[in-house]
């Protein structure tokens, strides 16, 4: 069964400070998808990134960074020079879709790290 | 931009009322899924189809609830009769399948509150 845990249920930072959000997965599966997603006080949800389990190239997008690491079954997401705006809850979650579908099938979540930015 | 629509977006209802979701996938997205968020569960999949036929319905309890695609621009979900704690917030999404350069975009969702 796969399975998403992010321990860090609430951060809180100060304005321009850096933070990193954990994730850790389980999962059976060779083939794998990861995400983040953003949920702002408005409640939608927000893509953020998707990976691939073949792909452990990490990726940085703005202030926005993700380290994936297979040997500990990791997919952490850094945000730098934290801003207010950037306060919200963000999921990880899990797809363990076959690479020619990129993803494309039932996720299974975390249950999100409430993100704080103290102006 | 294509979105993904979801009405109502907001509903409260008395238990044992019948209460009926809709959702509008992206056009030319084949696959749509539902979750469900509250807070004691997080957010969970009910169901999901592809090209409107049911894929996995596990997640859903069968003796209410009900998910269909009357076409492929129309995602329902039914339940009947609710229940209080049915209440919650419920996502509609849609994706294409084997398309590179996209994921599943999430509606605003449906807040439902059962009393």
């Known amino acids: 069964a796969q399975k998403v845990t992010q321990a860090q249920t609430e951060i809180s930072v100060v304005e321009k400070e850096d933070v990193t959000l954990d994730c850790v997965y389980e999962?059976?599966?060779?083939?794998?998808?990861l995400f983040w997603y953003k949920q702002p006080p408005s409640g939608e949800l927000v893509f953020l990134i998707r990976?691939?389990?073949?792909?452990?190239q990490n990726e940085i997008s703005g202030r926005y960074s993700w380290n994936f690491q297979k040997s500990t079954s990791s997919f952490n997401f850094t945000i730098t020079a934290s801003q207010v705006v950037d306060s919200a809850v963000y999921f990880c979650?899990?797809?363990?879709?076959?690479?020619?579908?990129?993803?494309?099938?039932?996720?299974?979540f975390g249950t999100g790290t409430r993100l704080t930015i103290i102006p | 931009d294509a979105r993904v629509t979801q009405t109502p977006r907001h509903k409260v209802t008395e238990m044992g009322q019948e209460v009926t979701m809709r959702c509008q996938p992206i056009l030319g997205h084949n696959t749509v899924f539902w979750y469900r968020q509250t807070m004691m569960q997080g957010l969970e999949l009910l169901a999901y189809?592809?090209?409107?036929?049911?894929?996995?319905d596990s997640g859903m309890p069968k003796d209410r609830f009900s998910a269909e695609m009357p076409d492929a621009t129309l995602a329902t979900l039914k339940i009947q009769p609710s229940e209080p704690r049915d209440s919650a917030v419920y996502f509609c999404a849609s994706a294409p399948r084997g398309v590179t350069g996209t994921e599943a975009f999430f509606g605003q969702g449906t807040r439902l509150t059962v009393v």
């Open positions: 999962t059976r599966d060779t083939t794998y998808y």
């Open positions: 979650a899990l797809s363990d879709a076959p690479i020619s579908n990129f993803g494309n099938e039932k996720l299974t």
């Open positions: 990976r691939n389990s073949f792909d452990e």
């Open positions: 189809f592809r090209n409107r036929a049911p894929l996995d």
